[in-house]
Structure formats: C-alpha cells, structure tokens
C-alpha cells in the first residue's frame, strides 16, 4: 500500500515539475518574442523615417514611384523574415514547454 501511494506522490510531484517547467519555456518565450518584435518595430519606423526622407527629396514622378516601389518590396521582404523568425521562436518554445522533465522512475519494492 505504502508502495501505491509513493508511486502517486511521485507522479504529482513529476506533473508539477512539467508544469513548472512549461510555464517558464513559456515565459521566457514572450521575453524572447517581445524583444524580437519591438527591435522590428524600432527598425521599421527608421526605415519610414528614412523612406519619407528619400521621397521628399524625389525630383519627379518617377523617381518617387520608384522610391516607393523600393520601400515596399522591402518592407515585405523584411517583414516574412521577421514572421519566420518569430514563427521559429515559438516553435523552439513549444518545443521547450512540451519537454518532460529527466527525473528517475522511483524505485518498486519488490513483494
């Protein structure tokens, strides 16, 4: 009997310590998205700065279209790089939360 119940309090113990363990995979994850998003940010908004800059200074209809042209096919492109990335920090997360945790099964007694 002694033997069920140590088995039984070994399984809680091993469940808090999965639940434990994904709750910190996942906090760390949001640090790392958030981080990752608010340097896209920042780098975006220099790129529209900079962008409005060169367009003001476009001497013709051309040249402004294909200033904007630029811009806009590069921020695409930037933007996919960034969702991939991020798409691959949430993986590694998902990943991490789902671990189980590396403990020994308890020993049984032997009747």
Do not use: C, H
């Amino acid at each position: 009997m002694a033997t069920a119940f140590d088995g039984f309090q070994y399984l809680g113990q091993d469940n808090v310590q999965t639940a434990m363990n994904s709750l910190g995979a996942f906090t760390k994850g949001f640090q790392r998205v958030a981080t990752e998003i608010v340097d896209y940010n920042k780098t975006a908004f220099e790129r529209s700065t900079a962008f409005l800059q060169n367009l003001a200074q476009a001497r013709d209809v051309g040249q402004a279209v294909q200033i904007q042209t630029n811009y806009l096919r590069s921020s695409y492109d930037d933007l996919a790089s960034e969702m991939e990335k991020l798409s691959g920090i949430w993986k590694e997360v998902a990943l991490e939360a789902t671990k189980a945790p590396a403990r020994p099964a308890p020993k049984q007694k032997v009747q």
